[in-house]
């Protein structure tokens, strides 16, 4: 057994027009709007963002925008990763989130996939698959402190598997725009496993 003390914070990224509108976003690779810059920007006034060893964030451009907001100015972006992307709403992409989440939520958290979506399951590996690989070669380079650019599907997802949630209580807690977790872990490099040892919010 081999234990490392690892401390993983996760950010949403800023919003965008999507977001405003209240329609449902997954994989589509817009941009922030004009509001969710100048959000990010009185964000990074008044939040203080503990300091990594490294940066990561999704594949999609909000994130990296999110992050050259929050970061870019003294750290540099290590990696973009697909894994870390939203979770794929398939033909719902786009729709009013009034008509369509309850739904494709039911089917997301019972294993049985709506219109094409993910699953819980399959966004839960994906995004665990990817944290591993990225803990995996932290460690390797003696480093202790990530900070993942993404998404609230994403900040949901790791909060859950670190907290060992039951599935009823996947969609909370609430993630807003700009803020997010930090986790403090005991990293199991061998079992590729996490125990929580303390959380706090943005």
Same mark, same amino acid.
């Not at 919003?15 to 209240?22: H, P, S, V």
């Not at 920007?41 to 925008?65: I, N």
């Not at 990530?146 to 609430?174: M, Q």
């Given at each position: ?44 006034? =008044?939040?203080?963002?503990?300091? +990594?060893?490294?940066? *990561? %964030? ?8 999110? &992050? ?70 932290? =460690?390797?380079?003696?480093?202790? +402190?990530?900070?993942? *650019? %993404? ?8 909060? &859950? ?42």
């Amino acid at each position: 057994m081999s234990l490392e003390k690892l401390t993983i914070m996760t950010v949403r990224h800023g919003q965008t027009e999507f977001n405003k509108k209240k329609l449902m976003s997954g994989w589509s690779d817009i941009d922030l709007s004009p509001a969710g810059i100048a959000q990010l920007q009185e964000r990074k006034k =008044v939040t203080h963002y503990p300091k +990594s060893d490294r940066y *990561v %964030s999704s594949a999609l451009k909000r994130t990296k925008q999110t &992050f050259q907001i929050l970061f870019g100015e003294k750290e540099e972006l290590y990696g973009s990763y697909e894994g870390f992307n939203e979770v794929y709403f398939g033909d719902i992409e786009a729709e009013p989130i009034s008509e369509v989440a309850e739904v494709f939520y039911e089917g997301f958290l019972s294993e049985k996939p709506y219109k094409k979506g993910e699953t819980l399951n399959q966004f839960k590996s994906r995004n665990l698959n990817q944290l591993i690989e990225c803990c995996d070669d932290l =460690v390797a380079s003696g480093l202790s +402190s990530l900070t993942i *650019v %993404s998404h609230s599907g994403t900040a949901r997802v790791l909060d &859950f598997i670190f907290n060992n949630k039951a599935i009823e209580d996947y969609r909370t807690p609430s993630m807003p725009n700009g803020l997010g977790h930090i986790f403090e872990l005991e990293y199991d490099t061998v079992e590729k496993s996490f125990k929580l040892l303390n959380q706090q919010a943005l």
